[in-house]
């Protein structure tokens, strides 16, 4: 990744909650075209979390220390946090001489977004503050939020604002959490009185159907675009008398996996329209007061 910083743009996807079981099964009956037109060899790789939860398992990301291949290591980081004695940093491995990921990309020249989607990103208490306050521009509102159908279209639509206003030249790290998938997820699965593996495909089914947008939009700006997409965490519908996550289980740990470039679209998909000077204060303003400004 080292050599794409400054020339591409970055997305981070996380699909929170989403297991690997359900993700492969989905993508192997055809279930997520989105996903298979972009994933490598058009399956997701397996990989184990470095957390059993949101909160841990970005702290882990956002330090360089992405869901780790299953096979025997070291396996060398796209990015990693510099400290001595790290093993696991190669040649291809883009090191930055901050505590996270936002605040290296920012010395690096790069105007950082978060869009958030579930609570530990909902800036209602101190402690979703956070992960928040890492980026120069945090945005959360209930529209994004695990109880929303539309979540991750609220989310898109609110990039595409962003991405309106941000000069072209100026490099682009978004990060975007997905709360389709973290259980209320029955809304999904029309019928459901309960969550389910079923309700928990039909979430994925819709991220997929938005996907696509998404895609598009982060590849307008002129530029390819460095795509990671993951889960943070699985969870359990009842296997082992557990359910949910925050515990111990392969369906926790075991989660899918992707990264990969998108080329620069020939065309803008999203030109800037043009801004009167006074008008467009319709903008909604940042959730967290912006660090940087772009
Ligand atoms: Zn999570």
């Excluded at 609570?119 to 209602?124: A, Q």
């Excluded at 939020?145 to 991750?152: E, I």
């Excluded at 639509?157 to 973290?182: C, G, K, Q, S």
């Excluded at 979430?203 to 590849?219: C, I, K, P, Q, S």
Aim: with cysteine; hydrophobic share 40%.
């Amino acid at each position: 990744m080292r050599d794409r910083i400054g020339s591409h743009d970055l997305l981070l996807v996380t699909l929170d909650t989403l297991r690997y079981d359900v993700a492969a099964a989905c993508l192997a009956h055809g279930r997520t075209p989105q996903l298979a037109r972009v994933l490598p060899g058009g399956v997701w790789e397996r990989r184990h979390t470095p957390a059993s939860f949101t909160y841990a398992a970005h702290h882990a990301f956002f330090a360089g220390f992405l869901p780790t291949p299953v096979t025997p290591g070291p396996h060398e980081r796209l990015f990693a946090a510099r400290f001595a004695g790290s093993e696991s940093s190669g040649p291809g491995t883009w090191v930055f001489d901050a505590a996270d990921l936002p605040s290296g990309l920012a010395a690096a020249g790069y105007h950082t977004v978060c869009l958030g989607g579930v609570g530990f990103f909902n800036p209602g208490a101190p402690l979703g503050r956070v992960l928040p306050g890492l980026f120069a521009e945090a945005h959360w509102e209930p529209a994004f939020g695990v109880t929303a159908p539309a979540c991750l279209d609220a989310q898109t639509d609110r990039l595409t604002e962003i991405i309106n206003r941000l000069p072209a030249e100026r490099p682009l790290f978004t990060f975007v959490n997905v709360a389709a998938l973290h259980q209320p997820n029955r809304h999904y699965l029309p019928g459901a009185e309960t969550d389910s593996l079923a309700s928990h495909a039909a979430a994925l089914e819709y991220v997929d159907r938005t996907l696509g947008r998404l895609f598009t939009l982060v590849t307008s700006r002129g530029r390819p675009c460095q795509v990671i997409i993951c889960s943070d965490h699985g969870t359990l519908y009842g296997e082992d008398g557990h359910t949910g996550h925050r515990v111990a289980h392969e369906h926790v740990w075991t989660v899918p996996y992707a990264d990969f470039v998108l080329p620069a679209h020939p065309t803008p998909a999203h030109p800037a329209p043009p801004q009167p000077a006074s008008a467009e204060s319709a903008q909604p303003a940042p959730t967290q007061p912006a660090k940087d400004q772009p």
